[in-house]
């Protein structure tokens, strides 16, 4: 644990915090008699139904009705019931705005393409959601969008939500049968695609593929192609080819005029969106989220733990099949200006979204721990080729972020920013660990849990921990809770997922530790956590050391059941990517072990250090343990859409280094 803050909000800061001025409202208003964070925190977990109720009323909640009763059924989880009185619709508060502000502006590979103002999308809005009626689109339905990470997605999915029904969205990088994997499951009446996508310098087009997942989605009554290659410089390599039951976007809409959104006043726990899991050891679950909880969890994300104002300019780096492109467009409820971007983050000699940055005075920029780790890799210097002058917060997540990556931050993109690794995800549509801009920073820390999440540590009998690793549990129910997954109906698969281990309790299924000063390490998910002899070990553990070595690109830790033919325990086996053309030798293994055995432990040290040409992940960045764990094993991976690279995973089956 360090021991002296890396930076530290100055008291004007502090002052100028939304959450300083929410705190203050909430002391009064309730009479707390303290005034501390850790207090704070508390008070928000200790007494839910204030906390909430708080962050209703001075978020300023649009709904036509709310409702006496806050919490109901508070000791069952799943069970608990938030504002079961409350009717109110998700887009009308995103879309509280209506004036010539930036509402979103996108970004290609290319550069700048194009801004749209918070009148505009409205208007926008408003055709769309007319269209989509007069397709019979009702409150409860399922829509799709199979598409890159622009401004008709952010429309559609708004225009779809004023309806009532239920949205979902998958990348264009997707093959036919990961897209079938996960929109077969939910049935969908309308199809969005744009006619393709550009990466990496190269355009793609979606429309061959689109067909053909049409053909097997026999809910689908029209398929709407938005022009994006068709647009563009690359236009002659992806003609739009309109097909059976499908229309032009601009077609589709041409028949109805902006006018006054009819907004659907829903119950609290309506469905609003279906989340996906990333389905690399089955077909991908479909996690229901409901729009109040959403709602609560995204105002308190943006406006507490993000410190979002209105007209700031907020960006996420991230693609439509992860959980923070909704959090991304979901910066609208904080009355910000949302950046676009789709493509290589690597465009510009990986300068690109820092020339994005300055260009479009970022206030906040998100982007993952892979992300940070690969330019600090390559030796770069943002902070002498840019300015990131407007720049508050910079925000990761998708994997831990390690130690030295904030060395890195301070040292070569801005000496005086929040750096907040934050940990949460799909499941909760949320954070358990949070960024916090009223609290300092520690290298390899993150900076609090989050609030109105009674986030604990346990060991493996249900104890609490506090400065010693162990499972990341929730004890208290939380709005943005699932409502559960689509097609479980008896609740089943939900209650396994998250609370079968103990009665109750959310078991999130990350290894982690509390510190003695309320900040959060993350070592790894727990089911990728290796045992060696009985002693449990997180992967971001042994990447944390592994990664400092510069020769090593990437890594991947799994245990290996040993020895094969009667197991009786695990080893643990460590495969590097090495920079182009280097060869793993004798020296460099033992540089490798070396490192890992001074800064952890010798029962970190794998067993066996094996090179390999590239480290198969999601198309999120995610490196995949359990796939590469179930290729040692000889077991099948059957389900690979999901990965950004899976013809790597064939090196790691009858691997004859890993025979003794």
């Known amino acids: ?369 892979k992300f940070i780790d690969a330019i600090a890799k390559r030796g770069m210097k943002p902070g002498k080729t840019h300015s990131l002058g407007s720049v508050r917060t910079i925000i990761s997540t998708g994997s831990p972020l390690v130690p030295e990556s904030y060395d890195y931050v301070y040292r070569e993109l801005k000496r005086d920013v929040c750096l907040s690794s934050i940990s949460g995800g799909t499941d909760i549509m949320g954070c358990f660990a949070d960024a916090n801009p009223i609290l300092p920073v520690y290298r390899g820390e993150l900076q609090c849990r989050s609030l109105g999440m009674k986030v604990e540590v346990w060991d493996e009998d249900g104890s609490t921990l506090v400065g010693q690793k162990g499972e990341l549990v929730c004890t208290s129910p939380f709005p943005s809770m699932p409502i559960g997954f689509w097609n479980d109906a008896d609740g089943k698969r939900y209650h396994d997922a998250y609370f079968a281990r103990w009665p109750d309790v959310w078991c999130h299924g990350d290894y982690c530790e509390l510190t003695g000063r309320g900040t959060m390490i993350v070592y790894g998910r727990s089911d990728a956590t290796l045992n060696p002899g009985g002693v449990r070990i997180g992967t971001a553990e042994i990447y944390g050391q592994v990664e400092k070595i510069d020769v090593v690109e990437e890594s991947v830790a799994i245990g290996q059941l040993w020895p094969p033919e009667q197991p009786s325990d695990t080893r643990v086996v460590l495969f590097v990517k090495l920079r182009p053309g280097l060869v793993l030798d004798a020296a460099l293994e033992d540089r490798i072990r070396r490192q890992i055995r001074e800064h952890t432990s010798p029962r970190h040290v794998p067993a066996r250090i094996v090179q390999v040409p590239d480290i198969p992940r999601t198309k999120n960045g995610k490196v995949v343990e359990l796939a590469v764990r179930s290729m040692v094993h000889g077991m099948p991976v059957t389900h690979t859409d999901a990965l950004a690279n899976p013809e790597v995973l064939q090196f790691f089956r009858n691997m004859p280094e890993l025979a003794v």
Not at 231 to 246: D, M, T, V, Y
Not at 247 to 268: C, K, N, T, V
Request: hydrophobic content about 45%; proline content about 5%; some cysteine.
């Open 1 to 369: 644990m360090s021991e002296k803050a890396m930076w530290t909000p100055s008291q004007a800061l502090i002052e100028q915090a939304n959450l300083t001025a929410f705190a203050r409202q909430a002391i009064r208003r309730w009479k707390l008699g303290f005034n501390t964070y850790p207090e704070f925190y508390d008070w928000s977990v200790n007494r839910p139904e204030q906390f909430w109720q708080s962050v209703w009323d001075a978020c300023g909640v649009i709904a036509s009705k709310k409702g006496k009763r806050v919490l109901i059924h508070g000791g069952r989880m799943p069970g608990a019931r938030w504002f079961p009185d409350a009717r109110l619709n998700f887009a009308e508060n995103l879309l509280r705005r209506r004036d010539a502000t930036d509402a979103l502006v996108f970004w290609d590979e290319t550069g700048f393409r194009r801004r749209i103002s918070y009148a505009e999308l409205q208007a926008e809005v408003s055709r769309v959601a007319q269209a989509m009626r007069a397709e019979g689109l009702s409150a409860g339905d399922r829509v799709a969008a199979f598409m890159p990470n622009m401004p008709e997605t952010a429309v559609l999915a708004l225009a779809a939500i004023s309806i009532g029904a239920v949205w979902s969205s998958c990348s264009p990088d997707f093959g036919t049968d990961g897209v079938l994997d996960r929109f077969g499951q939910t049935e969908p009446k309308l199809l969005f695609t744009a006619d393709g996508y550009l990466y990496n310098g190269k355009a793609h087009d979606s429309l061959a593929r689109v067909r053909e997942i049409a053909a097997k989605l026999p809910s689908v009554r029209r398929v709407v192609v938005v022009p994006h290659l068709a647009l563009h410089s690359f236009q002659s390599s992806a003609q739009p080819e309109i097909f059976g039951i499908a229309r032009r976007y601009a077609d589709w809409i041409a028949a109805h005029a902006p006018g006054a959104i009819e907004y659907a006043q829903l119950p609290f726990d309506h469905p609003l969106y279906i989340l996906f899991t990333s389905g690399t050891t089955g077909k991908p679950k479909c996690i229901v989220h409901g729009a109040g909880g959403t709602l609560l969890s995204a105002l308190k994300t943006y406006k507490l733990q993000f410190d979002v104002r209105p007209l700031d300019r907020f960006f996420y780096y991230t693609t439509c099949n992860w959980v923070m492109w909704n959090l991304l467009f979901q910066g609208l409820v904080a009355e910000a200006s949302v950046m676009l971007y789709d493509g290589s983050p690597f465009m510009r000699d990986a300068a690109i979204l820092f020339d994005f940055c300055d260009a479009e005075r970022f206030t906040q920029f998100g982007t993952s721990a």
